[in-house]
């Protein structure tokens, strides 16, 4: 299985179900400590099958308080999970690297149940598994990003902004169209 990626380098993977095996196996570990957190999900790409992906698991927390989240930094630790600290504002972080750590394998990122985060992860995926179309340009734009940026990942994030913006709509709106 192809998993992780070198830090500094931007890579993509073709869909490997081995994901899902191991996204769901990182759920199972945290669930097993965690056990304040309201849900917890494997999300990202590699959660959507037949998705061109960074091969790094993302999996989301859900939680009522981000300060219950301290409570497992040594815990986690121990098994092999750091804590990164608020990455991104209203958000705790963790990782997973490989044994020889030269490779991010996992991000996990913990979020409030009722924030608009949590809804994202969770509508993303289910709209690009459910939905051809978007799972399609997704890859397209990813395939055109890796050409300009394989070597300088940090811009990938920047040029795929306003796509993700359209992408997080849309895939509200196909939520609410299901619960018709």
Same mark, same amino acid.
């Given at each position: 299985m192809d998993?992780?990626?070198? =830090?500094? =380098?931007? %890579?993509?993977? %073709?869909y490997d179900p081995q994901w899902a095996v191991m996204g769901q196996e990182i759920v199972d570990k945290l669930k097993k400590v965690m056990v304040k957190a /309201?849900?917890? =999900?494997?999300? *990202?790409?590699t959660a959507i099958p037949g998705m061109l992906s960074k091969?790094?698991?993302?999996?989301?927390?859900? /939680? !009522? !308080?981000? +300060? +219950?989240v301290l409570e497992y930094v040594d815990e986690l630790k121990e098994m092999g999970i750091f804590y990164a600290g608020e990455v991104v504002p209203g958000q705790r972080e963790?990782?997973?690297d490989s044994p020889d750590g030269t490779k991010r394998i996992c991000h @996990?990122?913990?979020?409030? @149940? +009722?924030?608009?985060?949590? =809804?994202?992860?969770?509508?993303? /995926?289910?709209?690009?598994?459910?939905? %051809?179309r978007p799972r399609e340009a997704y890859i397209l734009l990813k395939r055109a990003l #890796?050409? #300009?940026? %394989?070597?300088?990942?940090e811009r990938? *994030?920047?040029a795929k902004h306003e796509f993700m913006e359209d992408l997080k709509d849309d895939?509200? /709106?196909w939520r609410a169209s299901q619960k018709k």
């Open positions: 998993i992780g990626v070198k =830090k500094g =380098k931007l %890579e993509f993977s %073709e /309201v849900d917890i =999900k494997h999300v *990202g790409s091969p790094i698991i993302d999996v989301a927390v859900a /939680v !009522n !308080n981000l +300060d +219950d963790f990782g997973i @996990i990122h913990c979020v409030l @149940i +009722d924030s608009k985060p949590w =809804k994202v992860y969770s509508d993303i /995926v289910d709209y690009c598994t459910a939905e %051809e #890796l050409l #300009l940026y %394989e070597d300088r990942p990938y *994030g920047i895939a509200a /709106v």
